[in-house]
């Protein structure tokens, strides 16, 4: 009887150890948080071997086009483990600007000035006059790339090779109905961008400076104006090629947003934005088809997602799921990795890999260093 007992004893405590295990696995991470300047330690105080983390950051020098690792940064736990030389260059990030328009959609919802499934006429009412379809739009079509909405083309030079951004505000026929297909299209991030604007009676710079990049300590940035919207500046949404620029920051900055994604909004005990918007925008939102095949089913609010495309693979079969990315350019990445607690952004001013045909590549190169970033880990 007494075996009997310690057995079932043993069952009990073995459960909930289990139990403890796997709901560790998916707890919010316990990290330390940067002040003026971030807390740098030894890659192997963080479970990082680091001889094997040298060795993959010497591969994506080499292979990473011509900044190669230079604007790296590695963040686990909080700490520093890792910088390139030059983390501290100053430039455009591009479409990775998209990200910060897709916070301040998620302030706003947190704010209750709108919510994922409005129609989106229900703040633009004369979107649908021309074009009934735009009635059916929701604002997080718009956040996805799946709403069909294409404004207009208009002055197309050497300086804005995808014309005046201010003229994406001016609806013409839709691409397709809204949520049936996704097409990469900063049109839409524009109108986005209007409407968030017009929400929160002031820029979305203005909005994330004050709710975001002040409180984590982010003072290396700017976002580029393109033009006022009922005598407000409404800034480049998309970090679209034109006169005015998206987001200019560092590498070292950008780590910082990183890390408050890493942390579901959290910053030192504060709660910026909601986590439920971060589980939100952080996995996909759109389906397998439509004119992006490099989007299908892998893609949430402006963050590029490791959820399984419709070959049944993921984008970084290295990586862990839960993996997302913003995206700029082709050089511009800021990583968030939830299950290794870390942050890694790699930036630059040239392309790792040309064109849309390119972007394949530059996933089999991250690929390449999760593999060998994931052999470091101990």
Known sequence: MR?????????????????????GAYAQPTNVFPDADWQETTPDSQGVDAAKLKAAVADMDRTFGPAGAKELVIVR???????????????????????FTSTVFGLLIQDGKCALDDLTVKHLPDLDDQHPAYARIKLRHLASMS?????????????????????????????????????YHDHQVFL??????????????????????????????????SGKVNGIELNNAAGTPSRAPGIQTTAREMARFGLLYLNRGQWKGRQLLPASFI?????????????????HARYGFYWWTNDKKPDGKRPWPSAPPRTYASHGHSCNFCFVIPEWNMVVVRMGTEPVRSGVAGLAEVDRLWDTFFGKLAVALH
């Open 3 to 23: 075996d009997a007992t310690t057995w079932r004893r043993f069952l009990a405590a073995a459960l909930l150890l289990s139990v403890a295990v796997v709901s």
């Open 77 to 99: 736990n909080g700490y520093l483990i890792w910088r390139g030389p030059n983390i501290d260059a100053y430039h455009n990030v591009w479409s990775a600007t998209k990200v």
């Open 147 to 183: 709403s069909g909405y294409k404004g207009e083309l208009v002055n197309v030079t050497a300086e804005q090779p995808w014309g005046d951004p201010m003229a994406y505000l001016n609806p013409t026929a839709p691409l397709f109905e809204a949520g049936t297909q996704a097409q």
């Open 192 to 225: 986005l961008g209007r409407i968030l604007t017009q929400l929160a009676g002031e820029s979305e710079h203005a909005l994330f400076k004050r709710r975001i990049a002040d409180p984590i300590g982010m003072s290396q940035w700017d976002w580029g104006v």
């Open 279 to 295: 589980e939100e925008a952080t996995k996909n939102q759109v389906l397998g088809v439509g004119e992006s095949a490099f989007l």
